[in-house]
């Protein structure tokens, strides 16, 4: 029979690391300033990491007999984290924001920690994935060339095949490395218009040059050597013989200054001839979509039929349950929709929150919400603010209609903001004109307006027919307000980054529709 006592091991080895008798190594992290010395025992790191083996090798020592790591790439609150792990196993990241865990994972990696590595990398894709997405940039560009993080590659692999324009249309896209930039421009499955990753390609390469004119018809000579230089990497992995003659002239041509004379030679012999032979290297059209598959027809009771690919219900089967909200936001939204004064308990959550509509799933366009919402009553939609950690939505226990327009009554809606991230506290507010609690839009304009909930406290809408493109999704703060107060601290318009609609289901009486 053996006996453990990890508990105890791990306990002594804590206070270990607050003994200053016998300790014989010295680490400087952080920066002037900031710098901090911590005191360790060169067996105990030589034990948890092969980094500090190699490490402690080289390291010079002073006549006490005391070596020096200096390590100024990583902060000290950060570093105490990690030495406390080092010696007692346990590592504490409940009070912790998800910027800093994320650095806690870079830096146990280039520790050659792995097993808290791994376990921070799992931590992440289970349950920080709506903050994966929302940082792409900072974290795709991080694990592009390392030899580790193969689960966070696969999760960020399956985004770009799947779901491009989260990144695209993202609100740091123009913030992303040239080589993640790159990496995502060889993909032949970037499912995406050859025209529009030409748009996305100029758009960030002329946001790497900020003193360029607003107006490229201003701009000089100079000006177009600037941007080419900038995106002499991306520019031969454009389809530009799969763009149309039309996109041609109206999007490319402004900015030929930026291509090679032959090349621009033969992208308009090409469009006005296409069967005669060009010089250019021709690159393979990329693959839009999986036309191997079947597709079958799936009806249900509340909505029309529409065709979707057997690919397409595959991943509705295996999709998680939210890409915006986690089960704590559940409870929360659970309680406000029964007028509780305490938050249930995740163990006591009265309701199931059924997908219905997923944006990066289902697309963006403002007639996707009224097709797929058509006839659901006690619904709850949930958006997340491009470019921040903002989530913001409404509930409604009435029938969303796309027949209908005018206001629409109701005593039980309320409009949220969700905690999230750097968003502390979450905000309920409730209908107070119960008379235009809502505003069901007529079918000519739902081309633009998605979602209203009474005079713009809540409301998506884009009049490129698209929620991510144009900023058009707003939280107003109405002088004659139809909720008791505002969800933001802003009246400025916005894109979203994503947004879905849950069906409010009670547990109880499953076919009971919550109003």
């Not at 799992?122 to 030899?147: A, C």
């Not at 390609?201 to 000579?221: C, Y």
């Not at 659970?334 to 163990?347: A, F, G, M, P, Q």
Request: aromatic share 12%; net charge neutral.
């Amino acid at each position: 029979m053996n006996f453990k006592f990890f508990d105890k091991l791990s306990q002594d080895f804590s206070e270990l690391l607050s003994d200053k008798k016998e300790y014989n190594v010295v680490i400087e992290v952080d920066k002037e300033g900031n710098m901090k010395s911590f005191t360790a025992h060169s067996v105990v790191l030589r034990c948890h990491s092969s980094y500090f083996d190699k490490e402690l090798e080289n390291a010079p020592t002073n006549k006490n007999h005391i070596k020096t790591i200096i390590k100024p790439n990583i902060s000290a609150p950060l570093f105490e984290i990690i030495l406390k792990y080092i010696y007692g196993g346990i590592i504490n990241i409940e009070d912790t924001d998800t910027k800093t865990i994320y650095e806690l994972m870079i830096n146990a990696n280039e520790l050659e920690l792995k097993e808290l590595s791994r376990k921070l990398e799992s931590y992440f894709i289970e349950s920080k994935d709506s903050w994966l997405r929302t940082h792409f940039s900072l974290v795709y560009h991080s694990i592009l060339d390392s030899n580790e993080f193969k689960d966070l590659k696969k999760f960020y692999n399956d985004i770009i095949v799947k779901y491009p324009n989260l990144i695209f249309d993202s609100g740091d896209f123009t913030s992303l490395q040239e080589t993640a930039l790159v990496s995502i421009l060889k993909r032949d499955d970037l499912k995406v218009e050859e025209i529009k990753i030409w748009d996305y390609v100029i758009k960030w390469g002329i946001a790497q040059n900020p003193t360029l004119p607003a107006d490229s018809k201003e701009w000089s000579k100079k000006n177009f050597e600037a941007l080419k230089i900038t995106l002499q990497r991306c520019l031969p992995l454009i389809r530009y013989f799969n763009i149309s003659g039309e996109d041609i002239l109206k999007k490319v041509k402004p900015y030929k200054k930026i291509l090679e004379k032959q090349l621009w030679g033969d992208i308009i012999q090409h469009s006005i001839s296409p069967n005669k032979p060009i010089t250019s290297i021709v690159l393979p059209a990329r693959i839009i979509s999986n036309r191997g598959l079947p597709s079958r027809t799936i009806s249900t009771p509340e909505l029309p039929s529409r065709t979707i690919s057997t690919s397409e219900l595959s991943s509705r089967v295996n999709d998680p349950f939210s890409t915006i909200i986690n089960e704590e936001h559940i409870a929360e939204l659970s309680s406000w929709i029964d007028r509780k004064s305490t938050i249930y308990s995740s163990s006591n959550i009265p309701y199931e929150f059924q997908l219905i509509l997923r944006g990066s799933r289902d697309g963006f366009h403002p007639k996707t919400f009224w097709n797929m919402c058509h006839g659901h009553a006690g619904t709850i939609v949930i958006a997340k603010v491009a470019g921040t950690d903002e989530i913001v939505g409404g509930y409604n226990p009435l029938a969303w209609d796309n027949l209908k327009s005018g206001w629409m009554k109701t005593n039980d809606n309320f409009i949220f903001s969700l905690k999230n991230g750097n968003i502390r506290n979450s905000i309920l507010s409730r209908v107070i004109d119960s008379d235009k609690a809502l505003y069901y839009h007529f079918s000519d304009t739902q081309d633009i307006y998605g979602p209203k909930f009474g005079s713009c406290e809540f409301m998506i809408k884009s009049k490129a027919s698209d929620f991510i493109q144009d900023k058009q999704c707003w939280c107003a703060i109405p002088t004659l307000a139809k909720y008791e107060k505002p969800i933001r601290t802003t009246s400025k318009r916005f894109s979203i980054y994503d947004y879905e609609v849950f069906k409010i289901i009670n547990k109880q009486i499953p076919n009971c529709t919550i109003r």
